[in-house]
């Protein structure tokens, strides 16, 4: 059996730290984007996806995730407990498995995170708790284990680094089900008819602070210095030196020419350059590379930025002006899409010698994503037409803050 490294452990724990780091990245940017009289509602339940996720997924998750349907592995993690008391991963592990535990699980409280900003302003509190449990404790987990748990995906050799199918695209699919069924908010969409003639009137519903969600998206950016260096889970000896350093260079590279792509093409086609847009754009970025940081190039990271973010343009243009599905912060076309085109394109640019390719990419990403998606469809309904899964009208149109917590983020 491997001895502990002192310091593989803490550099996995820090970067746990700043994924954890991210919670308040994404509240801030959902907060941001959506109207003040649900700050409180939107900041309240990423709180509650991190505390209930932490449970849920060392209860349950954890277990399902990396050791199938063994009962005490689910319940206990008992078959991983070594004879000296220390939780291990295996042979050839240099960290205790508590360390991955801790960092599996601000990777899992993500996904769910994700979901809630596609949902704002008009779920049932107690409903988005709900669907929280089953997405940490259930869903994650099972898709999870088939690229990194020793699943078929693994299998296959799909290879999806740090998430962006795993976390993202799963988040960004559950995102578009629970849009979809949950319908678009009072307001967003108005059919007129003229000369026997239906149209649709795209209404704009601007978020209530921009200074928000820039310092989120800065957070979220920062953040994904752990995110994906710290997938390594080593960083003794010059090799995982060398790793961890070139997948932060492309990391940012990533983030940066998605930010100038989204820069550009709002400036082009809407005349004036958006900053909503750019934060989206450094975020599809991001959620591309997070599959084939490690094994990419570094212009190839630039161009993985790249079309993310330009497909994460064209998505939101889609979902809100053809398809009319009301998601206020971008998340279906962030993560879905970017998450999807980023594992996509791994297969492509990946490093000769590591053997990935385009079509088993494309099959792990669209499989997971599929999934997902109907997964989220089944459950959204159910919840749907048993407890009811959205607010009153009135709720709504007052806001969330003080009907659903009986505060106000702003008094």
């Not at 954890?20 to 409180?40: C, D, H, I, W, Y």
């Not at 212009?299 to 079309?307: C, D, M, R, S, Y």
Request: proline share 2%; with cysteine.
């Amino acid at each position: 059996m491997s001895a502990i490294s002192s310091l593989d452990t803490v550099w996995t724990l820090l970067a746990a730290m700043l994924v954890f780091f991210m919670q308040p990245g994404f509240a801030l940017v959902e907060a941001g984007l959506t109207r003040s009289k649900n700050t409180a509602n939107i900041l309240m339940k990423n709180f509650c996806d991190y505390m209930a996720g932490t449970v849920l997924f060392w209860l349950v998750g954890f277990g399902l995730m990396f050791h199938g349907f063994d009962l005490g592995a689910l319940l206990f993690h008992g078959n991983i407990l070594d004879g000296d008391g220390i939780w291990r991963m295996g042979d050839d592990s240099t960290i205790p498995a508590e360390t991955f535990l801790m960092f599996q699980t601000v990777f899992a409280a993500t996904t769910a995170t994700i979901v809630s900003g596609a949902m704002a302003e008009r779920t049932k509190f107690s409903m988005y708790l709900l669907y929280s449990i089953f997405i940490s404790g259930l869903i994650y987990p099972i898709e999870g284990s088939w690229s990194w748990g020793g699943g078929w995906l693994d299998a296959m050799g799909f290879h999806d680094f740090a998430g962006s199918t795993v976390v993202h695209a799963t988040g960004g699919m559950l995102a578009l089900a629970g849009a979809i069924v949950l319908g678009p908010r009072i307001g967003k969409y108005k059919t007129l008819v003229s000369d026997g003639k239906k149209s649709t009137r795209v209404s704009a519903i601007p978020g209530h602070n921009l200074a928000l969600c820039a310092l989120g998206v800065f957070i979220l950016w920062m953040g994904w210095f752990g995110f994906n260096p710290g997938s390594t889970i080593a960083a003794e000896g010059a090799m995982n030196a060398l790793s961890v350093s070139h997948i932060m260079l492309t990391t940012n590279m990533a983030a940066a020419v998605g930010g100038i792509v989204a820069l550009c093409y709002t400036w082009i086609v809407d005349g004036k350059p958006s900053l909503s847009m750019v934060c989206n754009g450094v975020l599809a970025g991001l959620v591309g590379i997070t599959a084939g940081c490690d094994c990419v190039s570094i212009p190839a990271a630039a161009i993985i930025g790249l079309v993310s973010s330009l497909l994460m343009c064209g998505s939101v243009w889609l979902l809100d002006q053809k398809l009319h599905i009301d998601d206020p912060v971008g998340a279906v076309s962030v993560h879905g899409v970017g998450g999807i085109v980023g594992t996509i394109l791994t297969g492509l640019f990946a490093y000769e010698e590591t053997g990935y390719n385009l079509l088993t990419q494309t099959v792990g990403a669209l499989s997971v994503s599929a999934y997902a998606f109907f997964a989220g469809l089944l459950l959204f309904t159910a919840i749907k037409y048993t407890f009811g899964l959205r607010v009153e009208s009135r709720i709504e149109e007052e806001g969330l803050d003080i009907y659903e917590h009986g505060e106000a983020a702003y008094n």
